[in-house]
Every structure is written in C-alpha cells, then in structure tokens.
C-alpha cells in the first residue's frame, strides 16, 4: 500500500517513507514544519476534485493506517502499532467525530468496536475511561494522531 503525507498543501502526496526528501529524519524539527501525517493508505487516490477542503483532505485518509504525525515546529512522533490498529477499527463516523473534538466520548459499545472488544477494562496508553457506566477518551499517540489531523482538516 502506498505511503502518503498529508500537510498543508492538501492534496495527499507519495512518499518512500521516512526517507523521503523532505520528511527527514523523525528528529529533526526544521524539515517539513507541520501540522502533517504519515499514513499507510487504504484508498491511495482521493476521488472527485469538487470535494471542500476538509473532505479532500480525508477523503482517502480516514479509514489509513497511522505511521505519524507531526504538530506546527513539532518533531516526528511515530504511531505506536496498538493506536494504528485501534484507528483501522473505528468507523468513518466515530473518526470523524474524534477529529472534530479529540475529547469526545465514547460508549462502551463503541470503545469495543475501536478496540476489537478488548476488555473495558484495559489498560493502555492510548484510552483514559472514567465514570459508571463508563466513558472513554483517546489518548497518547492516538489522541496526537488525531489532534494533528484535526488542525489540518480545519486549517
């Protein structure tokens, strides 16, 4: 599958990976400044030019598997496997819902479906929970993931 940037400049575009010219190093500051994502992408072209911009910018993307992400003058962070697999297994709806408000909640229902029913129980760093019933929220490299999403889709 093809590896895709997504930044300011909208349109996702090809890379090689970490390697790529542009992307440097996962440590270096200065190159590329953010916001952008690095994301393994399920559906490589985005279709009909006619889209807005926050579609364009997702449309393809949303359901991509997470390599990293990068905040404005931010460094690289890379995207734990559990978080990547956890962002493959929401739906379109619930991502969504995460990248218009990082703090959302969700339900137990929907925490089983994002986390291919793990326990409610979990603990990780990618989920915080609190209350009776209980609510959970993102977080960790998810919660980055999604937040710098988040900036470019309403930038």
């Not at 590329?32 to 994301?39: T, Y």
């Not at 703090?103 to 986390?115: G, I, Y």
């Not at 993102?138 to 889709?153: E, K, N, Q």
């Amino acid at each position: 599958m093809p590896i895709l940037l997504l930044d300011r400049r909208l349109e996702p575009q090809r890379i090689d990976g970490f390697a790529d010219q542009g992307i440097s190093a996962l440590d270096d500051s200065t190159a590329l400044p953010g916001p952008a994502v690095i994301v393994e992408a399920v559906d490589p072209a985005p279709k009909a030019a006619d889209h807005t911009r926050e579609s364009r910018q997702i449309t393809g993307l949303i359901a991509s598997r997470p390599l990293a992400c990068r905040e404005q003058h931010g460094y690289w962070v890379e995207i734990d496997t559990e978080a990547a697999d956890h962002w493959t297994q929401m739906t379109d709806d619930l991502r969504r819902r995460l990248i218009d408000d990082t703090q959302a909640s969700l339900d137990v229902n929907e925490f089983k479906q994002a986390t291919d029913g793990a326990s409610t129980s979990i603990i990780t760093n990618n989920w915080v929970y609190s209350g009776s019933p209980r609510v959970y929220r993102i977080a960790g490299r998810l919660r980055d993931f999604v937040a710098v999403l988040g900036d470019l889709t309403r930038g």
